[in-house]
Each structure stands twice: as C-alpha cells, then as structure tokens.
C-alpha cells in the first residue's frame, strides 16, 4: 500500500501538473473551501465535502455548446491535458457515477463527456471530515483515494490510471489499517440516510399529500440553490448571445423550482405552483429516479440542506414528511 | 480557473460570493460560505449575478453624438468635449445650471469622487443619486428623529428577535437573504405582523397581515400608538430617560383612536388594536421597512412614525429591536454616506457648515465650496423641464424608465443643451445622451459598497472592462483632468479609501486592509474601533430621540370615476429595477419577459379580463399596455405594476407628486384606469 | 448525429443547415414551411417525430414534422407564432437557411398501428404533427382498416391545411368530421359547431378493431379520452401525443419530464396506458 504524509500533499498534486489539469480542495480567503489549481491557496483537503459540487469541473455553471459564423461552427476542445479532480467524497463519487450514467444513456452528452473522459477521479475518506468526523470509504468509483488515518494519507488506488499515477509514491508495510479503517466507518448509521430512505418509501406509497408540498412551497424563495449545489441536479438551460458576425449559444444550470423550467409559449405550465415545483424537487430524486434508474438520485451530500436560506433543503423535508406522515 | 471574493451587485442586503472565471471569462458563482449575511445562500439574482458580464450589448467604446446618432469615438475626444461643454454651461449659466447624479450601483469611492468633481472641480451642490428615489425619506426622517439616517441595528438581529413588523416591504423578493431569516425566525416562534395590503410570502406566515390602503400607514401607526398609550403599554422608563417632546407627540394623537383610523386604513378597529397589543407587548420587537413606507408624498411623516413606535415601546438601542430601513442598491447605503446627496459631504456633514467647508477645502486644496445645497434629482428633473438647468452628467442611472412620469422625465432630458451618460450598456437614458462612456461593471473593477446594516465590504475585480471600457472611477479622474483639475489622481480605489477615511468621522477607521474578509460595519471612527453594529446604544446620535408629531395627508392622486384603481408600483423577485442587467441574464429574462400587473379576480371578472390578457392601464400621465396576473395577492381597486419593462413601462403612469421635505415622488400611489386591450 | 466539415462527428447539439423552399400561410398566426436538408438527405423521420430547430441568435424549440417520411423530396413543419423563435421563423422566406438537430423522439408505432382502425383526433395545432401520420395514411391506405379523422379548432379563423382537408373529405378512404368552438359574428363559416367531444357520440366503432390517436392541447385529452372510453375503448388502444417545452431533445436538458419519463425520449408518443397514471401527464 502506498501513502502520502500530509506535508507532501502539495508537491504531490503540483507535480501532476505536467501531466494533468489538476484540481484539488483549496482554502480561500475568507474560510470557504473550493476546488482550485494547486498554488491557488492552501490545501484543503480536511473538512468534509466542498461546498460547492465537484461535478461542476465536468459540468460547469454555464459553458460553450458552440460558436456559430460564416465559417461555420466551432465546438468547445478538450481540456489540453486531461482533469485530475480531487476531494470527492464517497457520496459525490455516487452523484459522479449517477451523472456519467445520466448522461451517457441513450444520446451520449458528448460536451459532458468532452471533458469527464480521461479525466482522473480522486476520493477522499477516513478521519479527514468535518472536524475529523469519519468519511466513509469509497472502496471504488474513483481512480484512487486517500484515506487519512488520523497520521496520514493511505493511498489506494482502484483503477489501472490511478495505480499508474500513484505508482512512484512511498510503500508502507500492510499492516491492516485500511481494514481497520473500513470496519469503523461502517459502523456510522447515517441519520440523514435513513431519512431520506425512509421519506422516498412513503413517497412512493403515496402517502405525502399535496398540502404538504404547498406547505413548503410556502416556505421557498426559490432561490434554487438547491438545484446548483445538486451534484445530481443535472438541467440546463441554453443561451444564444449574437456577437457582431458571430453567435455564441451556451448552456448553463437551470433550476425546476423556477416558474418559466417548463412553461412553454403558450402559457401551458405542468409545473404552474410553488408547490408542484417542490413536489418535483423531492419526487424527482426520490420516487422518479428510482422508477427510471433503479436507485434514488440523492446520495445523501447535504448541500441542499447547506445553501438553502429558508431550511427546507431535502434532509430538512425528509424528516418533516416522515414526522407527519410516516406513523398513519 | 479563478476565484475572486465580491459584494454582489443588486440589493442592498449586501451577500458575498466568489465570482468563478476561466480564461478570463466568467462561468458562475459561488457563495461564500462564511458570509455573516449571506451564510453560504444567495437568491437567484445572486447566483445568476455573472450573467449579463459578457453581454454582446456592453458598451465597449465611448460615443458621441454627431449628426443625430452615436458614433464610437476616444476617449481623449469624448472626455476633452465632456470637458469642454461643461466647463461652457457653468460659465454661461453658472455651475448651478449643471447637475450630477452619482450611482448607488456604483463603488463608495467612485460616489465620493463624482460628489469630489461636482463640488471641487465644477463648484456645485447639484450632486444626488437614486438614493432620491428610494429612501431619501429614511435619511431625512430618521436623522431628524434619532440623528442618522441608517438600518439601526444589523441582519443578525433578525435570528435573536421576539417580533417583527414588516411595513411595506416584501422582503422575501426584495432583499431575499434577509426575508429567508424572518421566515426562519417565525418557524422558531417570532411573531410577525406584516402590514401590506398584498399578500406577499411573508403574510402567509404571520401572526396578524393588516391589508391596510395604499398611503395610510400613518393612520395605522397613530392608531396604533394610541392604543399603546391609552392602554398604558408604552415604555415610561426609556421615554423619560431617552426621548424629548413626548407630551406633545401623545396629545398629537390622543385622538388618533382605531375607530377613527379604520376608515382611512380599511381595516377593523379590531385589528389595530391587536396589532398594538402584539407589538407592544414583545419584550424586543424590529420594524422592518422599504419602499411601502418611503414612495409617498408623506414618506418622510411615515418614517417619523415608525421611528415614534419604536421609541414608544422602548424598541431602539439593544439587539433584536430597532429601526430597520432596508435600503434597495446594492450601495445606496454608501452612496448616502459618500455625500452624493445635494446637501452633504461624505458622512452627512454638512454643506451649510463654514468649519465642514473650510475642512474639505484644505483637504481637496481647493480656494472655495459651495455653500448652499443643491437640488435634489427630483427637482432637478423639474429644473431641466423647465430650461433651468442645462447639463446633466448621469453615472450609472436610467431615469428613463425609474423616475416618476416618463413623458415629464423625456421632455427634462431633451431640454437639456448637454447629457453625459455613464453606463455599462445602451440605457433608455444612454440613447439620448450627447456624449456615452463605458464603464466597467462590479465584476471588473476595486472598491468597496456600503450594505443596509452599514456593512462597508470589499468588491475585487475577477475578469478585464469589455473593449475600452474603464472603471467609474478612471473616468471620473481622468474627466478631472481635462477639466483642468490636477489634484484628483490615485493610483487605486484605496488610495480613494484612505482620503475618505481621513475626512468622514463614520468612515475614519476604514482602510482596505481591514476591510478583509467580512468588512466593517460605521460608525468606525478610527482604526481600532471594531465598527458598530447596533446604533444608538445608551445614547442617540441626535442625544435624545425625538418624538415627532405628525399630520395626517392622504395620497396627492387618489381614484375617482374616470380612474378607479390605485396603482402601486414596485419589483419583481427576477428583475432589477430597469432591467438593464437582468433582463440580459438567461434564466431571469426567461422568468418573467413582459410588462404585467396584478389585478384582483372580482376586478378582472368585472373588466372581462382573463388570465394572461393584454390590458392597457392609463393615468393621467400617460397609457401602456401590460399582461394580466389575475391574482388574489392584490386586493380588489388595487394594481401593482413592475418598473422594468420599457415596454410597458410603469413610470409613464406614475405621479410626479413629490414629498416636500425629501423631494421623493410618489411612486406607490396613483390612480389608474384598466381596460382590455383590443 | 451530423458530421462537420472534416469527417469527424460533430456535437449531439450542433444542428445541420436546412433550406426553406417555400413557405405559405395557414392561418394569420401559423405557416407551413416546406423545407431540405442542405445534404440532400432524407430527413430520416418517422410520422410523429419532432426536430430541434435552431435559429442562431433565438436559441432552438422542438417543432413537429408535419409531414410524411413516405414524401422524401422535403419535409413540412406548421409554426405557430407564440415566442421569439417562432415569431424570427415568420420572417423568413424560401431560400433561408435555418438549422436543425433531430429527428428526436418516439413515433407513432406504425407495426402496432398497422390492421387496425384509426381514429385520428386533433384539435387546434395538434392537427400538424398528425398530419405526418394522415399523410402516411393515404400513402399507404393498405395498411390500415378504416381512417376517420375529427378535428375541431377554435374558430374558423383558426383552422389549418384547409387545402388537405378538402381532400381528405372527398377521399374515399377517409372518414373526417371538424368542428370549431365558436364563430364569430359576421364569419361566413358554415361547418360544425361545438365541441370536438361532440364528434365522437355519432360514432360507430369497433372498440377491438380500432386505435384512436390524439394529438392537441392539454385541455382537449381529459374530455375526449373520456368520450372515447364510453366507446369502449381501453387505453392501450388509445395514443397520445404530449405536448411539453422539450429544449435539448435528447433526454438531458430535464425540461420535459413527466415523472419519470423524459418526453423528448421517451414520448412525445405515448400509449394512455404508459401515462394516464402518471401525475401532470395529462
């Protein structure tokens, strides 16, 4: 088994930049941790998931679909040297897995897969969240993955690249940590996991009402960070913007808890109340997803809950629909 | 991939978050997360606050007019004519006939340099900014009542409070941050009264929604604090220790009893007296106001009361109480405190006063000021109509589509011999302006913007002004310049900082390196002070509040037969103000593309107007066409109208009626007449 | 898929340049347009199917072929002028180039359709995308039992591919009844009035030998399913075609989800069954 001592963390990643766009979790000024070139800030790579989703290195906020002129269309290129994204936790890596399959289905998104193919994936787990809380392991999903042991940074790799990558690194005796490790992240029972089971049980079995979701329709700005900070929050929007002798269209995050997501031009709204937008940001995840993909789509990050300013991230609605509905 | 810290640039809530550029574009935003406003949330405006940066529209290269049209010219040639032409129109007509309206999107230091360049370089008190318009009526009212014109106490009061009264103000759409904190208090328990006569979010959670008539607030709160006093409820001890001219103020409105209010108000007598009782009897209870209790003919007599219940009940000076104007920009706070106001330098020191005078013009090294204050916007506008004033110098304002009575604001701006509009894209105002130069936008330039609760924060530039366009306050120096002024030069917007510092006492401790990462909240006197985040601890900045006694008047427009609605007018959670920025943002454009008003379902049926119908509104002023949201939020007689829309514009119909102590109009009461259109 | 200049694939999302060769009015607020894909090529769709169109400068909007795939020459779109693309596309003229991304979506299921008695139910501009399959019908009239076709608009002035219609009346192989909600006063209209839910009473059908296919607004589906299933007719003999705002057109962008269906992918053909359970379907 390889490792990494923290004090090398840096100089590991900046190396890899010869070969690899590296992204990793950096410190900004004011305390917020975010995903940044190394040498951007310090390392950050304690502290649990990042605020912001890490998918968006593949997906970003907004992004070229092309440039249109006389000439004809110009498509966005490949990342110059392929992404290394580091700092998922195990739970992003579900949302990453959820997305690349989502977006692979059916018609492949090749702008997604513009930059996500070739891109190395690096999990992050053991005593390295919040305050040292545990992380669980990701035991794959990733091309490799440090786990800190509470002395350092235990590497192991999952997949062909990332044993490649980590190949030159230090070797340590096996001396049955990472067993240890796994066996005591293990025994966390995540409430808000349970939670969100549950609530997607009582879901489906219809049990949720209507008023229920107006309820907390009432209670949304519709501010839709929800959306934005989803890993597996997935639409867009796309924006055609006419330069002189040229157009730009981009896509860009869109959000369902927005009136005009599918008002069409004739006024016709299927999502026309506040409360059918939070039903669909719910149900989505966790009736129709797991009726269309076999597995709810909420892998239990907690951002919602995070950047929500009213409260009533999917957590927060999980347990007052359990409360109220789940005993009749 | 770059991150760059930053205010955000619409309300004046004043939430931080990291613009996220690539190749020096910019491709999102997100939240800070240790923000004490924003908390790691933002409303859509904010994430979406990189959107329009990149417009194709942006003005990329300053523009004069020659021949009727615009025509891309240097910045040498447009400055030097700027020069020129001004410089021209004082000597011919006196410095008086120019006029300057600074910014409240602008930085603090770019509004100190405008008000700088009105009074140093061109000799005029004619310098005022939007702030006119929206609490100009807080500043006057509050500062003769408690000695500032400031949000009393901060954001974090909202989470510590027993109870809120929400006057005019629809604070979940208008300033997102703070209205998702009371929403959040009252799921704790913290009692609400809104007082509105539409049924904004925050009424469905209150304890009391008092739909009182347009322009009667000073009919509810009288009533209201006679009740408090006839029942014996008001604070005797923090009256009599902290407060002058109670007497008078009491006999004021001895007679001022819910019976007599209900008529005016519209609401039972019942319900006045339940709201005093309520608020009364919370042990700290927050008045949060806006535009409701400011856009009005009495704006300034509806702030004099707020401030007179607060007071009565003892409700200033400790947390969780207190006065608490939420000011609109994203830097109308600043710009207030940078002095671009006609009667003021920066910190509310006065123009009339010989020792402020002689103090900035040592500092500016200049041989004299002027003396007597200057006009505000409003009665500028009513100068210029009239062939008083001669040239006006607009930096980052449209008054085409925000002043009150369009045809009257059109006409103000063709009468004049010379307009410069500063501007990040094309305005209304912009198209008729004689000379156009492009300013940078707040993602592209230093500075710092003045939030509500008095926050000073830092703005940091993430990406490059699109072609030639510069930031306001290059402009404004290098305008200096050709003016002939030697003295405005610095190398940075801290330089700026630092003069500001040296001459506005509230200001005094502010320096950029301080100012990382959370900012300072004023009063911060000098560089040890920690800033202030509750005003009037102990003490008044006035010594004792004031109790004013206030008459009732009733809006100047009310409706008659030939136009039987009330037209309240406002914004929409998706657009701000005349759209410039949002309606060129992807998914607020896409929320809400057209003019519309709300109108009550008893109202449309009677009309024959069905959801979604085009239906022209006309007042006495003026006749546009809108959609129809036929919508139980409004109540019957009333409609309430957006102001972004150029198409449609609500400001052709409003009432250029103006307070008389603030000169703000009246641009939440009008009388309208609704019709389908053919 | 399209392919750009250098042979390699080009994006799911760049559309392909397509000729306008004629346009004509069907009503003051619709036009037919008639149009080539530059290529040469086929379109390639089957009856149903809807395309991306893509007007640089208006961004795109799903647009229902109108036409047949068994006329190979061009294929036909109605539009309606409801948004700003729509309203750019009337403005154009023969000789246009617009772009488009597609075909997308499930057709009607011409194996299952096949044998079979139609009843081809459209109101208002739901009668374009049908036209693809009427169109289809008439080319091949041996594949199915009897053709009946209702369609009701909201008033005379509202009614499309009048010209189509005068000869499917006077075909033999087609039954057809119209209707219009309402006329106006002064309109020389001198059809059927009434709702399109009172075309099916006088109906005779066979609930076993027959398919009926809808396609209109959502306010048309509730009322004439109903009338259809005191037919006797059961939803998996009912077809459904659902209008939503499909932006992307390939199942990714989420604007047209109905639950757990993606109706650029999934629909926009459905059979009742697939969906009438589903909440916001219908």
Known sequence: MKYLSNEQIPDFFSSLQATHEVRLPIMLPDGTRCLGHPGDGTVALFGGALPAKPTAAFFPHEGPVFVAASEGFTEPSAPEKPLLVVGFTSRDLACLRFIDRFFAEGWRDDIYFRNRQGALVVGVSGYCGPGGASLALADGDCDFELVWDRTRWLVVSHTGAGSAIVEGLAETVSDGTLERLRKEMAVYEDENEKAIRRASELIRADRVPDTFWSEIGDRCIACTGCNLACPTCTCFGVQDWRYAGRVKRSRMWDSCQLDGFMREASGHNPLGTEGLRTRRRIHHKLAADPDRWGEISCFVCGRCDAVCPTGIGIFAVARELIERFGNI | MKRTLTVCPYCGTGCMFYLVSDSGRLIGVEPSTTHPVSRGGLCVKGWNAFGFVHHPDRLTTPLIRRDGKLHPASWDEALGLVAERLREIQERHGADSLMFASSAKATNEENYLLMKLARGVFGTNNIDHCARLCHSSTVTGLAETFGSGAMTNSIDCFDNTDLILIIGSNTTEQHPLIGSRILKAARRGTKLIVADNRLIRLARHADLHLRHNNGSDVALLNAMMQVIIAEGLEDREFIAARCENFEAFAASIADWTPERAAPLTGLQPGEIVAAARLFAGAKRAMIVYSMGITQHSHGVDNVRCCAALAMLTGNVGRPGTGVNPLRGQNNVQGGCDMGALPDVFSGYQKVSD????????????????????????????????????????????????????????????????????????????????????????????????????????????????????????????????????????????????????????????????????????WPCPDRDHPGTPILHIGRFNRGKGRFSPVIYRSPAELPDEEFPFVLT???????????????????LDREERRSFIEINPDDAARLGVRERDDVLIASRRGSVRAQARITGIVIPGVVFMPFHFTEGAANALTNNVLDPESSIPEFKVCAVQVRKAP | MSSSADGTTASLYVPVDCEIIAVSDLTPHEKLFRLRLKNGAPLGHLPGQFVQV?????????????????????????????????????????????????????????????????????????????????HYCEDRPEEFGALTILYGAKSPGDVLFKDDFALWETSARFACSRTVDQVPEGDCYSGGVGLITSLIPPLEIDPHRTVAVLVGPPVMYRAVIAELKKKGLSSDRIVVSLERHMRCGVGKCGHCTIEHLYCCQDGPVFWLNEIEHLRGAL
């Open chain 2, 354 to 521: 010989p020792m402020v005078r002689e103090k900035f013009t040592r500092a500016w090294g200049v041989d004299a000021l002027p003396s007597t204050p200057g006009l505000p916007l409003t009665r500028a506008m009513d100068a210029a109509a009239e062939g008083k004033l001669h040239g006006m110098f607009f930096m980052g304002e449209n008054p085409i589509l925000s002043d009150p009575d369009q045809g009257h604001a059109r006409h103000a701006l063709k009468n004049l011999d010379f307009l410069v509009v500063q501007d990040i894209f094309l305005t209304e105002t912009a198209a008729l302006a004689d000379v156009v130069l492009p300013a940078a936008c707040y993602a592209e330039k230093e500075g710092t913007f003045t939030n509500t609760e008095r926050r000073i924060q830092r703005v940091r530039k993430g990406v490059e002004p699109p072609g030639e366009a510069k930031a306001d306050w290059e402009i404004i120096c290098a305008l200096a310049k050709q003016a002939g002024c030697d003295k405005m030069h610095y190398p940075d917007p801290s330089a700026v900082m630092d003069e500001i510092a040296s001459v506005t006492p509230i200001y005094g401790g502010i320096s950029y390196d301080r100012l990382d990462p959370l900012g300072l909240q």
């Open chain 2, 569 to 587: 007018t406002g914004r929409t959670y998706f657009h701000w103000h005349t759209g410039t920025m949002t309606r060129r943002t992807h998914l």
């Open chain 3, 54 to 134: 893509s007007l640089l400068g208006w961004e795109e909007a799903p647009i229902s072929v109108a036409s047949s795939p068994t006329r190979t020459d061009y294929f036909e779109m109605g539009i309606r002028r409801t948004g700003s693309l729509t309203s750019a596309m009337h403005e154009l003229t023969a000789g246009d180039l617009i772009g488009v991304r597609g075909p997308f979506g499930r057709p009607f299921e011409l194996p299952k359709l096949r044998g079979h008695d139609l009843l081809l139910i459209s109101g208002g501009c739901g009668l374009a995308p049908l036209r693809s399959l009427i």
